[in-house]
């Protein structure tokens, strides 16, 4: 054997999943960034570092994230549904004055023909009324004052 296969350094282990690496500053020691529990864990050879996640992320910020994702979610299925609901009623309210004015037209049309048939009615009345003393003048005229009527024509 090689005097190089007897001094080479066994293979590191392996990193745990999702783990950073970032190369060093020439000192040969790599910087591992990972998360554990709720926890970011910085290491450099044998020194480490832990940053709570609460320090990193404030906690005003997430309430913030929330209010955006409901304020996208509200804006994107709440506002057509709105729209939708809005129209459903626009269109009910339309169809109720259609029928309402539908209704008045034809009660209007009802009143005109009723008045109508009471005025012709009375004409009828008063058609009669005349015949009638037409007739009984007829009755009462002497017959010497018929006129004969010519045959030979």
Known sequence: MSDASRTA????????????????D???QNVQINVKGGNIVLT?????????????VPR?????????AASVIAVFIGWPIARAVARYLDRRGRAVRADNALEAQLAQRFDAM?????????????????Q??????????????????????
């Open 132 to 153: 009638r003393f037409t007739s009984k003048l007829l009755e009462q005229r002497p017959a010497a004052a018929a006129v004969p009527v010519d045959t030979n024509r």
């Open 26 to 28: 020439g000192s040969g």
């Open 114 to 130: 009723e008045r109508n048939i009471d005025t012709v009615a009375v004409e009828m009345e008063r058609l009669s009324e005349a």
């Open 60 to 68: 005003g910020l997430v309430q913030m994230s929330w209010a955006v």
């Open 44 to 56: 450099q050879g044998t020194n480490t570092t832990t940053i709570p996640l609460n320090d990193v």
């Open 9 to 24: 350094d066994p293979p590191a282990p392996p990193l745990p999943p999702g783990t950073i690496v970032f190369t060093g």
